[in-house]
């Protein structure tokens, strides 16, 4: 049974519910905790979530754009068919979680969003529009960008070992000043990649 949008306050502590058509949006929402749950068709654009948890839980359909989660807990999430223009991740607390699991993206307008200096190995990302985004200085060993457009996105300094960038598009990586050991790309953006770098490609 959907929850309706009176019982998402302060402290409200959640465990395998329900979510859906909840419009929260240019709010605050201190404390509260979320696990094993669902949301779908909501909108929390641009409220605050402060010193909240999010554990394993599930976004469908949602407006999350220039969503705020300051001091806030995300592990093993996934996020489906979902706008979240503008969310700065670097703003959730990392540090408490252990063994913090990935996100997991899947059909996401995700462009102008901040991942600078962030351990999201594994992570996926599959059939995303993630431009305009930053991805320096973080660690992303494993991941699954597949699909994926990453046009005017910034990788410096980046560990992308491993990680699955077939049939992206627009993956502008410095070759030199990231870490691509044994990274997966479509051929067409492999020969682009070696072209940005002044490499002259002949038959």
Same mark, same amino acid.
């Given at each position: 049974m959907s929850k309706k949008k009176e019982l998402i306050v302060d402290g409200i502590d959640c465990f395998a519910e329900d979510f859906e058509k909840i419009v929260i949006s240019?709010?605050?929402?201190?404390?509260? @905790?979320?696990?094993?749950? *669902?949301?779908?068709s909501c909108n929390f654009s641009e409220t605050l979530f402060r010193s909240c948890r999010f554990i394993d839980c599930r976004f469908e359909n949602c407006n999350l754009s220039l969503l705020k989660l300051t001091d *806030?807990?995300?592990? /093993?999430?996934?996020?489906?068919?979902?706008?979240?223009? /503008?969310?700065?991740?670097?703003?959730?607390?990392?540090?408490? !979680?252990?063994?913090?699991?990935?996100?997991?993206?899947?059909?996401?307008?995700?462009n102008d969003s901040?991942?600078? /200096? !962030?351990?999201?190995?594994?992570? @996926?990302?599959?059939?995303?529009?993630?431009r305009e985004s930053d991805f320096g200085s973080g660690s992303f060993k494993n991941a699954n960008f597949s699909s994926s457009d990453f046009k005017g996105t910034l990788f410096?300094?980046?560990?992308?070992?491993?990680?699955?960038?077939?049939?992206?598009?627009n993956t502008n990586i410095n070759l030199t000043t990231n870490y691509v050991k044994g990274a997966?790309?479509?051929?067409? @953006?492999?020969?682009?990649? !070696?072209?940005n770098m002044g490499i002259v490609l002949v038959d």
């Open positions: 240019s709010e605050i929402i201190k404390n509260a @905790e979320f696990e094993e749950c *669902t949301f779908i *806030t807990m995300i592990s /093993g999430c996934e996020f489906i068919d979902s706008k979240m223009i /503008g969310i700065d991740w670097t703003m959730c607390d990392w540090r408490s !979680l252990l063994s913090s699991e990935p996100m997991r993206f899947k059909e996401c307008i995700l901040n991942f600078y /200096g !962030l351990t999201q190995d594994r992570m @996926e990302m599959k059939s995303c529009s993630v410096s300094d980046t560990h992308l070992e491993y990680a699955n960038f077939k049939e992206a598009v997966v790309f479509s051929q067409h @953006e492999a020969l682009y990649l !070696l072209e």
